[in-house]
């Protein structure tokens, strides 16, 4: 047994310190990067937001949407042939660029992500995504998928550490997909004892990837739009988000009224209600981990993402950053005890 002493952090450890700033007002902040990448020769320009692939998040209802943001959306792996050969029909260029296929790792996944994309060449991302990113097989697979799709844009994970994130982007990867934990409808920490907290997942993940010439997604763990400030302070590339999407039009989610209200169900899949839904329920050598909560209902998702994006852009002025590229050279951290002002928390109407 070892412990580290050194202290790791979360989002809620830290604030931004402001430095001074040229910029006039947060409309001159540009949120869109050009992304070329380590193995892949396609290039991608948009805001570096990605929806998550859980069901609920990461439905093609949500693509178009957000594609009219510049973001992407990764779409979940339970969509059928049927249902992608529908989407690819009646949609354009534009909102093809902005989807990332997920995958499992089965053998018939891999079928099912050949078929997906010989269906359109616009198709550039996919996401080999499994919980835990550290085991032997998941690098032989992330192989296979790179010796078969040279020219794609692959992302996998999740792993929390540098030496993973290196042979990740070693065995094919362009991109790792950070985080173990952090989720907000996520029990693993809880369940297992496991995790690492995010904002050190990503300075010490974004360190190793960027040392390779790959870049890092950190997934899970924010809440509020200053949390996606300090993890792109933090080094982080892309950030996929699930619950801050949750609740809305695009969502795929059960609704409920109680009184006058509308909720939404949103889930982890790892819960009890993904396992239901799709295999059945939980196997008997296994815990759930995730949780189903029940959200108050948004409607359309357009002013959550202008609220996001807004609190980037203010997040970016504030360091004088003229680019979101810029965002982590001009970020300095400050370790602080505490957050926002919460004595009116309970009072809002
Ligand atoms: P959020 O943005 O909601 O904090 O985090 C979203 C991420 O949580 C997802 O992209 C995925 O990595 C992770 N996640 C989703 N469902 C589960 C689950 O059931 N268990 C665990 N451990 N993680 C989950």
Redesign the pocket.
Known sequence: MRIEEDIKLGFKDVLIRPKRSTLKSRSQVDLIRNFSFKYSLNTWSGIPIIA???DT?GTFEMVKSLSNFNILT?VHKYYSLEDWINFINISSDKILDHVIVSIGTSDIDFIKLKKILSLSTKLKYICI?V?NGYSEYFVSFLKLVRENFLDKIICA??VVTGEMVEELILSGADIV?V???????????VKTGVGYPQLSAIIECADAAHGLGGQIIS?????VSGDLAKAFGGGADFI???????GHNECLGQIIQIKSKKYML??????ES?MQRYVGGIAGYRA????TVKIPFRGSIENTIRDILGGLRSACTYVGASRLKELTKRTTFIRVSEQENCIFNHANY
């Open positions: 998550a692939n859980m998040i990764a995504d919980a994970g999740n997909k985080g173990i934990g952090p989720g907000s409808v996520c029990t693993t920490r997934d899970g763990g924010c809440s996929m988000l699930g619950g801050m999407l949750a949103f889930y982890g899949m790892s819960s993904a759930s981990e995730g949780k």
